[in-house]
């Protein structure tokens, strides 16, 4: 029942932006830590950027900081990405992830609860 929907993904040229989207349904949106992993063809996922379940903070790895920004609409159950200064090693597919209930954060490949089908992002030189 719990979907997690991701679009926005596509072609950008590097130093382009891009917004990801992520509409949830089939479970308490409010209650879950959600946020984003990508995948590099050939490595395993990695969180992007979660916001926490209690309070809505924000995390971002490191790779990301400064360029790109979680948002969420609580009205909307949707989560955003937008990402800024879209680098080639940005090419990904971008996952939507919930985890909880009342998760502080999103804890990983395995405390992940619900995941998106993930949507495309590649960024060209």
């Known amino acids: 029942e719990a979907q997690l929907v991701e679009s926005g993904g596509g072609l950008v040229q590097a130093g382009g932006s891009l917004t990801l989207s992520c509409v949830a349904s089939?479970?308490?949106?409010?209650?879950?830590?959600i946020g984003w992993f990508r995948q590099v063809a050939g490595k395993e996922r990695e969180g992007v950027s979660c916001?926490?379940?209690?309070?809505?903070?924000?995390d971002y790895t490191d790779a990301v900081k400064g360029r790109f920004t979680i948002s969420s609409d609580s009205a909307k159950k949707t989560v955003y990405l937008q990402m800024n200064n879209l680098k080639p090693e940005g090419t990904a597919t971008y996952y939507c992830?919930?985890?909880?209930?009342?998760?502080?954060?999103?804890?990983?490949?395995?405390?992940?609860?619900?995941w998106g089908k993930g949507t495309l992002v590649t960024v060209s030189t």
């Open positions: 992830v919930a985890e909880g209930p009342y998760a502080h954060d999103c804890h990983g490949e395995n405390g992940v609860d619900y």
């Open positions: 916001l926490s379940a209690i309070d809505r903070d924000t």
């Open positions: 089939g479970f308490t949106f409010d209650d879950y830590a």
